[in-house]
Every structure is written in C-alpha cells, then in structure tokens.
C-alpha cells in the first residue's frame, strides 16, 4: 500500500520568509515517482515536480528547492523569499512503479501575506 | 493551445438526477483520469483509462461511470447512486514514458453540487 502524509494542514507567513513544506512518504516499491502540485484558488492543479527514486540529487529552479531524503523517505519543498503569488494548497503525490496510480497527501494550504 | 478543458466549470442539479461532467485533451496523451476533492482533503481517484474503450475503477468508482470511445475525450458521468455527489471533480491526462505514465497535467475543474 501506497501512502503520503503532509502533517502541515495551514502554514501561514509573511512575504519574503523562507517556508518548507513536508512530505513524508511510504510504498513497498524499491523504484517509484514523487511529485508536488500547487492548487491556487482557482482550482486547477499545476505540476511542479518529479523526482524518481533512483535520482537522489536535489533540484533547484528559481526560489523553489526539494529535498529528496530516501533514508528519511521524505521529499520537502521549500520555497525561498515567499511571495503572495504562493499562496495556494501543495499536494504531494507519490506513483509506485508497479502501477499508474497517484497517491496524494491531504495537501498543505499556504498563506503568503504582504 | 494544448491543454485539458473541462465543462461546464459550476453545476447544479436537483438530487436523484445523473449528470455528465465532460473532459476533453489535445495532448495526444494516452491514459486519462477522474478524481474527486472534498474540502480539506487530497484527491481520490474514481477511474481511469489507459486506451480507447478501456477504463478502470479506481478507489471510489460506486455511483460513477465512464466512457472512452475517444482519445480525446473521458466524460464522467454521475449517478443518482453516488450518495454525496457535492464536490470538486478534476480530469486529468498522462503520457506513456519509458518508465511508465509520466506526470498528470490537470483540467480546471467542475465543481458540482447537488441541491
């Protein structure tokens, strides 16, 4: 069985802080996906992210940054000098090998206030 | 512009009625899926298609059905059987990569609620 958590419900800032989001994961899978998705207001659902598990080097693009952890089987996403364009809910979501299926997180709601 | 779209964005209907959600893809992707999204929580997968007049249950397929007649399209029908029909309906689509289905791009949503 496949499982993410992200313990943080609501995160709350202030522009320009540094914010990490967690994401703990489990599978049996030796090989399997990672990703992150932000949902803004609107609704729709935007991909960011995926790391395979055999490619255990971070990634940085712009003020996003993710540690992938297999040791700890935690993927987090940070965001540096947070902006009110962040405010949105994260999802982490994680795909076994074995199968197509996505398996998300209850997802971390973001406020970024000026 | 390649993309999902998906209609109508708002729905409402008088309970005990079916209704159809439509999703449609010019990605040329070849699996295709319906989630659902109650508030606060994650996504649930109802089905999902991999080719054309294929379609799997996926976690909570009960008082849902679909159909694949085309690549493009993956209409998400809801039954006077779903129980609580009230939320947020998302497509979404995938390609086939070497490594099996690459990420899912998603539509815009339907939010339907039932009166």
């Known amino acids: 069985a496949q499982k993410v958590t992200q313990a943080q419900t609501e995160i709350s800032v202030v522009e320009k802080e540094d914010v990490t989001l967690d994401c703990v994961y489990e599978?049996?899978?030796?090989?399997?996906?990672l990703f992150w998705y932000k949902q803004p207001p609107s609704g729709e659902l935007v991909f960011l992210i995926r790391?395979?598990?055999?490619?255990?080097q971070n990634e940085i693009s712009g003020r996003y940054s993710w540690n992938f952890q297999k040791s700890t089987s935690s993927f987090n996403f940070t965001i540096t000098a947070s902006q009110v364009v962040d405010s949105a809910v994260y999802f982490c979501?994680?795909?076994?090998?074995?199968?197509?299926?996505?398996?998300f997180g209850k997802g971390t709601l973001l406020t970024v206030n000026p | 512009d390649g993309g999902i779209t998906q209609s109508p964005k708002y729905l409402f209907r008088k309970e005990g009625q079916n209704v159809t959600l439509s999703c449609e893809q010019n990605?040329?992707?070849?699996?295709m899926y319906w989630y659902r999204q109650d508030p606060g929580q994650g996504l649930r997968l109802i089905y999902y298609?991999?080719?054309?007049?294929?379609?799997q249950k996926g976690d909570i397929a009960e008082g849902y059905s679909v159909s694949r007649e085309k690549k493009e399209s993956f209409p998400l029908t809801v039954t006077s059987a779903q129980k609580n029909p009230t939320a947020f309906y998302l497509c979404?689509?995938?390609?086939?990569?070497?490594?099996?289905?690459?990420?899912?791009?998603f539509g815009p949503g339907t939010r339907l609620t039932v009166l």
């Open positions: 979404a689509s995938s390609s086939l990569g070497a490594v099996g289905y690459n990420e899912q791009f």
């Open positions: 599978t049996r899978d030796t090989t399997y996906y």
């Open positions: 790391r395979n598990s055999f490619d255990e």
């Open positions: 979501a994680l795909r076994g090998s074995s199968n197509y299926k996505l398996t």
């Open positions: 990605l040329n992707h070849d699996a």
């Open positions: 298609s991999q080719i054309v007049n294929d379609f």
